[in-house]
């Protein structure tokens, strides 16, 4: 008997069985023989024709892999594209921010400071104000008393003049 683990279709054809003294019928072992080479050529040919198809199908699967590594490649450099994006766009909203808080503090230190300084100029004319009209009534009275003296003064001619007339 034969040990081989494959036989080719040709080996089962051809394959002489011993025979005995009361051997089996050598037309039917034959068509036997014939029937078994012939479904195992199609079962052959069956597993050929699956090898190149489980080959195809690998190396379709090998390429939908690398599509899915090229997928996930994009997919993680979009996501952290994206992640980038924003974490970019918050600092440059949180810098935009405190520089808005940074102008707005000088704006109002600056304002303070003018309000400081209105506030002191109107002290200022305030002041000023105050010592003009007691400058106004320092010579208003100094005034007054000038008119009294040249009013006196008049009279006091006028009475001289008076005095001095003859009289009939």
Same mark, same amino acid.
């Given at each position: 008997?034969?040990?081989? /683990?494959?036989?080719?279709?040709?080996?089962?054809?051809?394959h002489?069985f @011993?025979?005995?003294?009361?051997?089996?019928?050598?037309?039917?072992?034959?068509?036997?023989?014939?029937?078994?080479?012939?479904? %195992?050529?199609?079962?052959?040919?069956e597993?050929a024709? =699956?090898?190149?198809?489980?080959?195809?199908?690998?190396?379709?699967?090998?390429?939908?892999?690398? @599509?899915?590594?090229?997928?996930k490649?994009?997919? %993680?450099?979009?996501?952290?594209?994206?992640?980038?994006?924003?974490?970019?766009?918050? /600092?440059?909203?949180?810098?935009?921010? /405190?520089?808005?808080?940074?102008?707005?503090?000088?704006?109002? /230190?600056?304002?303070?400071?003018?309000?400081?300084?209105?506030?002191?100029?109107?002290?200022?004319?305030?002041?000023?104000?105050?010592? !003009?009209?007691?400058? =106004?009534?320092?010579f208003?009275?100094?005034?007054?008393?000038?008119?009294?003296?040249?009013?006196?003064?008049?009279?006091?001619?006028?009475?001289e !003049?008076?005095?001095?007339?003859?009289?009939?």
């Amino acid at each position: 008997m034969v040990t081989k /683990k494959h036989l080719s279709p040709i080996e089962i054809q051809s394959h002489n069985f @011993r025979t005995q003294l009361k051997g089996y019928d050598k037309d039917d072992v034959k068509l036997f023989l014939s029937a078994v080479a012939e479904s %195992y050529q199609e079962l052959s040919l069956e597993n050929a024709s =699956l090898r190149k198809e489980v080959e195809r199908l690998s190396a379709s699967l090998d390429e939908f892999k690398s @599509r899915e590594n090229l997928l996930k490649d994009a997919l %993680y450099l979009a996501q952290k594209t994206a992640d980038d994006l924003k974490s970019n766009a918050e /600092k440059e909203a949180e810098t935009i921010l /405190k520089e808005a808080e940074l102008k707005g503090e000088k704006q109002i /230190k600056d304002a303070m400071v003018r309000a400081h300084l209105i506030e002191r100029q109107i002290m200022d004319i305030k002041i000023e104000r105050e010592n !003009t009209i007691l400058a =106004l009534k320092d010579f208003i009275a100094r005034l007054s008393t000038l008119l009294e003296a040249i009013e006196k003064s008049k009279e006091n001619e006028n009475i001289e !003049t008076f005095a001095k007339e003859p009289n009939p």
